[in-house]
């Protein structure tokens, strides 16, 4: 099997890459400036806001993992268009005029919409985003499935919830540094979905091996619920500390609020991130292709906190 990865130097793309390394499967890897992987393998340059990538890149290739996409919450919503939605759909169209037998889309629960209520939500259980990342992703999702319904070559959209990993990204990292000066803890309130950033690039692997015709749309998270407070409790025992004192809701809002400030994001933004309900079903998943997660934050905390501080 011939892979091609975009967005290969991310922080889904570096673990998948080393996991098809590791299994011996020949991929290519691009990413936009073509940097270099952990394992000093050289990426082919590739810029999807220049235009859609050679066709002569997809020659041979099985199955393209896309992976590459703007995250960037600053980024001007006509990037987040171009790359996230026109992009994915001309690469998955010269993918399937190549032959291509599985396309892969990495797409996120943002495209979901806001969620209704607490409860976990379903595939279906969608809400039209506004946001022009989540909006991006969605009309993606939308063009994709309308463009390939009968289309010889397989499509899957993947709906990761928030990643984690060694390498912690967003409230996570702020959390961690949190922990490591001893904030107090945050209080009890709201509940989010998760998953391993291995288990995510585990599972991309898989999927070639268990995916049939059609299009299939799917929601990944590790199967746990965590409070922000539970996140917190579990770091600072991965870094050999007691929970301590409880830090009171308004004292957490100030500091949100303050990294609203720091990141340049609407006020509010972090305390519903962290104090909110974003909670995910991944059981259609497990029913269709027989993944099972082996992480949970607690099984890769140690790792996080190994890392030194300015690392994080």
Not at 144 to 172: C, K, Q, T, W
Not at 286 to 304: D, E, F, H, K, N
């Amino acid at each position: 099997m011939q892979a091609l990865v975009t967005g290969a130097t991310g922080y889904v793309g570096r673990e998948l890459c080393r996991q098809l390394t590791a299994s011996g499967r020949a991929f290519l890897p691009l990413s936009c400036s073509g940097g270099t992987l952990p394992c000093g393998r050289v990426t082919r340059a590739a810029d999807l806001r220049q235009g859609p990538i050679a066709g002569a890149l997809l020659e041979g290739v099985d199955v393209v993992y896309h992976l590459a996409g703007i995250a960037h919450q600053q980024a001007p919503a006509q990037l987040h268009e171009e790359v996230n939605y026109r992009a994915t759909l001309a690469l998955a169209e010269a993918a399937e005029r190549a032959g291509v037998r599985l396309f892969i889309y990495l797409s996120s629960v943002k495209a979901m919409g806001p969620a209704a209520g607490s409860e976990p939500r379903r595939e279906n259980e969608v809400a039209v985003p506004s946001a022009p990342y989540g909006r991006s992703k969605w009309r993606a999702e939308c063009a994709l499935r309308e463009h390939f319904a009968a289309s010889a070559m397989a499509v899957v959209i993947l709906r990761p919830a928030l990643v984690y990993g060694p390498r912690p990204r967003g409230n996570l990292q702020w959390l961690l540094r949190a922990a490591r000066v001893g904030v107090p803890a945050p209080p009890e309130g709201g509940a989010r979905s998760m998953i391993g950033v291995e288990d995510l690039a585990g599972l991309l692997l898989r999927l070639p091996q268990v995916v049939g015709e059609g299009v299939h749309t799917w929601i990944v998270t590790d199967g746990e619920d965590y409070t922000t407070r539970h996140v917190y409790q579990v770091l600072r025992a991965a870094l050999g500390r007691g929970s301590g004192r409880q830090l009171p809701s308004w004292c957490w809002r100030m500091l949100a609020s303050a990294l609203d400030l720091l990141q340049r994001q609407p006020g509010g933004s972090s305390y519903g991130k962290l104090f909110g309900a974003e909670r995910y079903d991944n059981h259609a998943l497990l029913r269709a292709t027989g993944w099972q997660p082996q992480q949970t934050l607690a099984s890769v905390a140690p790792a996080m906190v190994a890392r030194p501080a300015a690392a994080t």
